[in-house]
């Protein structure tokens, strides 16, 4: 049996199917039961955790290390295209939260690659030195051995800063630029105060289930039940001996994110952009540092929108109202459509 995603032992499945039959557990009932402990940790690479389609792995050596990068590289259901979309996901996600975006896009002929970046999902958790142009590289890597020479990429949330990264090393190879609620569309060093490696690090191995899911809900306007299943996975990789090593490479990432921004750069993408933009999203990466006088100035993301559309040659900028910071999560219908024009115009 599995719980969001999650295969669990049969006395324990058992268990949570007479009590709460084949639906989904809900985060209020996790919590009150103490359910969530019960189901044991799962592995920092994702053992026991199913993805919507097949996983492979590309082999990858990295300052002497040997790495593997999870993926999914899916085929149209219908008579192909001949057009490629790669997904590139957030910094607390990973691949597999786009399986509705993955099923549209499939269903109107792409094939669609989805990479776990190295540090993330299925792939390896290395300590390394963490780049944006390092997981560009890795991506066209990856590309290049599936013999694909031109993809649309979509890059959400740090994924957007990946892709902008990407698009500016390769710009032969994107075809067309999709990005939702980025962030970096400020650079965070002017109003976020500096943390140490040791503290982000500390950051990581004392957030507990609650803590995961109070933020993941800044994430929303409005929480369902499916959002939970994000929350779950990372609280209950937690409970991994190997967790002290997934901590770090989250911290050697948000130390990459500070550390690399990419919103100085935008007048240098040349390929055509489509920027998609939740109107309530607030993200800021570091808020919990910043000044309190400062917070209704930075991660305005309306604003931003605005200001970064007009930064990047020829860009789209789609505004969708009352959409926090995953439209592809809690607009999905709007965001498809969106896509599917903007690819096909």
Known sequence: MKV???KI?????????????????????????GISAALGGIGIGLEGYEYPYKVEFLPLTIEGQDLLMAYMDVAPDREPNGKTVVLLHGKNFFGSYWKNTIRFLTRNGFRVIVPDQIGFGK???PNIHYSFHLLAANTRKLIDSLDKKQVVVVGHSMGGM?????TLMYPETVMRLVLENPIGLEDYRE?????PLEELYRAEMNATEESIRNYHRTYYTGWKAEYDEYVMVAAHWKMSAEYPRLAMSSALTYQMIYEQPICHEFADIKAKTLLVIGQADRTVVGKSRVKKELLSMVGQYP?????TVKLIPGATLVEIPDVGHIPHLEA????????????NQ
Do not use: C, Q
């Open 191 to 195: 109003f976020v105060p500096y943390a």
């Open 303 to 307: 604003e931003l929108g605005r200001k």
């Open 123 to 125: 792939s390896s958790k």
């Open 9 to 33: 032992g049969r006395p324990v499945g058992v268990f949570l199917f007479l009590l709460f039959g084949s639906g989904f557990l809900s985060a209020a009932v996790a919590d009150e039961t």
């Open 332 to 343: 999905t219908e709007r965001f498809n459509r969106e896509l599917l024009t903007f690819i």
């Open 4 to 6: 969001f995603g999650i």
């Open 162 to 166: 990946l892709a902008a990264r990407f």
